[in-house]
């Protein structure tokens, strides 16, 4: 069965330094999405992508953030200079349309920021 | 930003026995869809409901999707040990994208 998958699965890196976090959505699938949950809080929507664009964004989703679909297969989600509280698990999803289809979500990237 | 509340958010119950989880709102909502969480792991789509008053089966799952579909219920029948995790309901409103989810009922099936 098709799956969403995510890499890395951890990641730990420096206040201020930059990360991409590395999506493959279910190949056939149109609409994208990236999802944060901080330990022991609700998973939260950061944004949604669809024909190469940024269709709906929360406000989480500052200027520090930024997402691309650098090619046919991957989608990605960068934070430019990170701070600790975006510590967290990233979930990736995909969706063959939306509002109402169901949207399929990876195993996440648990990021840690020291 | 509509609030999804489910209840109870801790539930401790021995295997063999039922159970029904809540997701409720005062909103109305498009379609609606549980999710059960492990530990580290991303969310794993369970159903989607989608007609007020829609219920579905999923062997001993069974959900229901209020007749005015602004509440969802989830019943198990026969708990066991493998149903242990943190359940969530999930929303996406009319004409938005992005799925709301609610605050979780966490469950634990004593074996």
């Known amino acids: 069965e098709p799956e969403v998958t995510q890499t890395p699965s951890h990641q730990v890196t420096q206040m201020g330094q930059e990360v991409i976090l590395r999506c493959v959505p279910i190949?056939?699938?149109?609409?994208f999405y990236w999802y944060r949950q901080i330990l022991g809080q609700k998973v939260e929507f950061l944004v949604s992508?669809?024909?190469?664009?940024?269709?709906?964004k929360s406000e989480i989703f500052d200027d520090q953030f930024s997402v691309e679909r650098p090619d046919g297969s991957n989608f990605t989600l960068k934070i430019r200079s990170t701070k600790l509280e975006d510590s967290a698990m990233y979930f990736c999803?995909?969706?063959?349309?939306?509002?109402?289809?169901?949207?399929?979500f990876g195993p996440g990237t648990r990021l840690l920021v020291l | 930003t509509q609030l999804l509340e489910q209840s109870p958010q801790f539930l401790s119950i021995q295997e063999g026995e039922n159970l029904t989880v809540y997701c409720n709102s005062s909103?109305?909502?498009?379609?609606l869809q549980w999710y059960r969480q492990e530990p580290g792991e991303g969310p794993v789509l369970l159903v989607t409901?989608?007609?007020?008053?829609e219920v579905k089966k999923l062997k001993r799952l069974t959900f229901q999707f209020g007749d005015a579909r602004k509440d969802s219920s989830l019943h198990i029948t026969a708990a066991q040990p493998g149903d242990t995790g943190l359940y969530l309901c999930?929303?996406?409103?009319?004409?938005?994208?992005?799925?709301?989810f609610g605050t979780g009922t966490r469950l634990t099936i004593i074996p």
């Open positions: 999803a995909s969706s063959t349309r939306a509002p109402r289809e169901t949207q399929y």
């Open positions: 992508f669809y024909n190469n664009e940024i269709s709906e």
């Open positions: 409901v989608v007609t007020g008053g």
């Open positions: 190949s056939n699938h149109l609409y």
């Open positions: 909103s109305v909502f498009s379609s």
């Open positions: 999930a929303v996406c409103n009319f004409g938005n994208e992005k799925l709301t």
